[in-house]
């Protein structure tokens, strides 16, 4: 890790962001005034083995960063599931009280963090807070039709494999207040690189979670950003990951 959190208190939040070859996504200004703005949260960003320009822009928002911007970096691509793992691994070493993951694209605003830290302050009991792409009626959710009905019937399958009825289980937008069973859920390495936010909830569930301390929130604005690296092959491994996932345990 690089440019680590030279602060004297840990934030409250560490947030983790996974970045694969993101140099023409990534937009720094958005992070710098996020952390300009808040001073309870640290972000630690992932260098997931990029080929591009990504870890010089990532040096120069640690640098930036008043010591509440950190990065790691992986050798070698480890996909988001690695990345995360790995992200959120190092991250509870600062023993922050709530850690969380953010696509790099910021197809979730940064201005929902509030609506998801809204949820854990006011409701003690509930561990983990997830953002969710429901399309409702004065919301901007702006998904390209194709992957929003495959979502949807990706996330309904998804749902019925963990039997737990959650409406968007794959939204890259998630909260987890720090306690034995969330740090449980991240000790080892995931089996999907897709699907790994099953696995999450299976693990925390596995640890003594439990499933009423789960709490969705429908995002007021949802994005679709070009440049998105996965396929139809990736869907179908998914779907693959996603019947393994279903049989564990
Ligand atoms: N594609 C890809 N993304 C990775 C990898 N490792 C980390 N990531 C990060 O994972 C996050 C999600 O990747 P995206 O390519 O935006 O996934 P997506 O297809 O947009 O997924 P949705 O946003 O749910 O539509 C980004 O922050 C990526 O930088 C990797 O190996 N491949
Ligand atoms: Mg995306």
């Not at 793992?85 to 190092?90: E, S, Y």
């Not at 561990?127 to 919301?139: A, E, P, T």
């Not at 009825?165 to 069973?181: H, L, M, P, S």
């Not at 950003?225 to 279903?246: C, E, M, N, Q, T």
Request: proline fraction near 5%; charge should be positive; include cysteine.
């Amino acid at each position: 890790v690089t440019g680590a959190l030279s602060g004297k208190t840990t934030p409250r939040l560490q947030l983790v962001v996974p970045c694969y070859n993101e140099a023409d996504r990534l937009r720094p200004e958005a992070f710098l005034s996020l952390v300009a703005a808040a001073p309870d949260i640290g972000l630690l960003f992932v260098d997931d083995g990029s080929t591009d320009q990504t870890p010089t822009i990532l040096a120069d928002l640690a640098r930036h960063g008043g010591g509440r911007i950190a990065v790691l970096t992986l050798p070698r691509n480890a996909g988001k599931s690695g990345a995360v793992q790995r992200g959120v691994q190092a991250a509870l070493e600062h023993a922050p009280q709530f850690v969380g993951f953010w696509d790099a694209d910021l197809s979730t605003p940064l201005t929902a963090i509030d609506e998801l830290m809204e949820v854990v302050d006011a409701c003690p009991g509930v561990d983990i807070v997830m953002g969710s792409r429901v399309k409702l009626l004065g919301r901007h959710i702006r998904r390209n039709e194709l992957r929003h009905y495959c979502g949807r019937l990706f996330a309904t399958a998804a749902s019925l494999a963990v039997r737990l009825g959650a409406y968007d289980t794959q939204c890259g937008a998630k909260i987890f207040r720090v306690n034995e069973a969330v740090r449980r859920a991240f000790t080892a390495p995931f089996r999907s690189r897709w699907v790994f936010d099953l696995e999450i909830l299976k693990r925390y569930l596995a640890a003594g979670g439990s499933a009423s301390h789960i709490y969705e929130v429908p995002l007021t604005t949802w994005t679709d950003v070009p440049g998105s690296k996965l396929g139809v092959g990736h869907a179908f491994r998914a779907l693959w990951d996603l019947i393994v996932i279903a049989r564990l345990h």
